[in-house]
């Protein structure tokens, strides 16, 4: 299921890691929101995280603010962060699938309307994906990790968090509509992620 022994991947998950202890400070009911959530794991992948951080989101965004905002709809409002929802007033631009790109390289692909004539985009074995669901005209969505196996792209580990539900990790399959019928999808595949 991994990179070998370095993936970074699974070792930002690992108990003791700064995002540990992050996510650990966001119980369910009062989770890490979907996109700051893969923002700090992307932001630990990147080696951009000292193992002291304390577990405060205005700290983790300041250690790449620019890309939080962009992966992030979760934003600074005066001194403090504001979970804000995008609506088509909001001039910011918000994409959790650039702004990965732009952190961690590897290959976006085209976002489709998931439907039974349209599966979901593909996985890559072996690799992590970042992927954002979202309904028509982004109003509703939701951004999670998924580590394929490597050596079965449909066998795979959703790495999640919501602020209702909190932090989770499931086992599935992903074939067909993965359970992603009537959402648009985009899919970020991210290079190795090893040592």
Known sequence: MSDGPADRGWMALEEGTALHRLVAAHPRGNGLPCCSFVAAWSLWAAGMVPHTIAPDLKLWARLGLAYWKLANITSFGSDELDEVLLDDADPREWDSLEAALRLLGGRR????????????????????????????????????????????????TVVQSSVRLGYRVDRGTWSGQAGLGGYHVGVVVLPALGG
């Open 109 to 156: 692909a085209l976002p489709v309307l998931v439907c039974a004539s349209q599966p979901a985009p593909a996985l890559e074995a072996g690799r992590w994906h970042i992927v954002q669901r979202w309904h028509h005209q982004r109003r509703s969505g939701h951004t999670y990790l998924v580590r394929a196996d490597d050596d079965d792209a449909q066998a795979v």
